[in-house]
Structures are given as structure tokens and as C-alpha cells.
């Protein structure tokens, strides 16, 4: 998608999708919004941020949805400078 081309997607992966996904959220040219493309307009952290936080967050259990909004904000307080310009770098 670095070109702006759609990702190809079978027939049978569609239904699937449809099945599973609301028109908003399945990455295809026949849904209405197709998932970002590789853009200058994301900022280096929609690169690594999601994943981390996954990798972090999800270490200990989580009750409640309050607790688990805690924990994200927590973790992302505890992001060092460095590793922010570490990831800059490398762009």
C-alpha cells in the first residue's frame, strides 16, 4: 500500500471480513474506508506504539475497563525521551 494501491483480497478472505468487520473497519477498496497507507502523516509512533503497549499492558491481568485505561496511560507516562528519539531516528 506505500503506493497507494489497495491490498489484493480474495473472494472468500471479503466474506470473511464482512462477516466480521463493519464496512468501516475491513481493509479493502470495496469497504468505504480503506486502513492507512504507509503516509508522512503518521507520526513515528503509529509505527511501534500499538505494540508495545499490547506487549506491556497485557502482562498482568486487567478487570475492569477502568483499570485497563489506568494501565495504558501509566505506560505511556513510563515511555522514555530516548526511546522516542531512538524511534526518530530511524525513520
Not at 11 to 37: C, E, G, I, M, Y
Not at 74 to 91: C, G, S, Y
Request: aromatic share 8%.
Amino acid at each position: 500500500m506505500q503506493d497507494g494501491a489497495t491490498p489484493h483480497i480474495g473472494h472468500q478472505v471479503k466474506a470473511l471480513l464482512s462477516t466480521n468487520f463493519d464496512d468501516n473497519r475491513a481493509p479493502s477498496k470495496h469497504f468505504l474506508d480503506a486502513w492507512p497507507s504507509h503516509s508522512p502523516h503518521l507520526s513515528p509512533s503509529d509505527f511501534w506504539l500499538c505494540g508495545f503497549l499490547k506487549d506491556h499492558v497485557y502482562r498482568g491481568v486487567i478487570r475492569t475497563l477502568p483499570d485497563l485505561k489506568a494501565i495504558i496511560i501509566r505506560h505511556v507516562a513510563e515511555i522514555p525521551r530516548e526511546f522516542h528519539r531512538a524511534t526518530i531516528k530511524t525513520l
